[in-house]
């Protein structure tokens, strides 16, 4: 992976990938090494329980964050961040078909709040 630039602020890549599993190549070689972001956070990730947790780790990033859908197929969302973010996720009482997410990050100086949300 290139090296990062330094930023003033952080940067996110948002995307439907309609399918992690099968898109990760193309999310990956497309956009997150060319960009190097700080954030990426994908929709629509069609995952469930039978994908391990450790799926598709980028090097320098996070574990994926997820939240998948509970039932039926489609949806799902998850998120990485860079090992230089400081990072909590939040954990907030949600009704089991609310596909989101809530992070807490200590960025360059700032905090930010950051949902990430899948709403068909």
């Known amino acids: 992976m290139p090296a990062r630039k330094s930023r003033d602020q952080p940067t996110i890549i948002s995307a439907n990938v309609r399918g992690l599993v099968t898109n990760i190549g193309d999310l990956i070689n497309s956009h997150?090494?060319?960009?190097?972001?700080?954030?990426?956070?994908?929709?629509?990730?069609?995952?469930?329980?039978?994908?391990?947790?450790?799926?598709?780790?980028?090097?320098?990033?996070?574990?994926?964050?997820?939240?998948?859908?509970?039932?039926?197929?489609?949806?799902?969302?998850?998120?990485?961040?860079?090992?230089?973010?400081?990072?909590?996720?939040?954990?907030?009482?949600?009704?089991?078909?609310?596909?989101?997410?809530?992070f807490k990050i200590w960025a360059q100086h700032q905090t930010i709040l950051l949902c990430v949300c899948y709403r068909p």
């Open 32 to 102: 997150v090494i060319p960009r190097t972001p700080d954030i990426v956070a994908t929709v629509e990730t069609f995952m469930n329980e039978s994908v391990p947790d450790n799926f598709g780790h980028l090097r320098g990033y996070s574990r994926w964050h997820r939240r998948d859908r509970t039932r039926g197929t489609f949806g799902g969302v998850a998120v990485s961040f860079h090992k230089s973010l400081s990072v909590q996720p939040l954990e907030v009482a949600l009704p089991t078909h609310l596909e989101m997410m809530f």
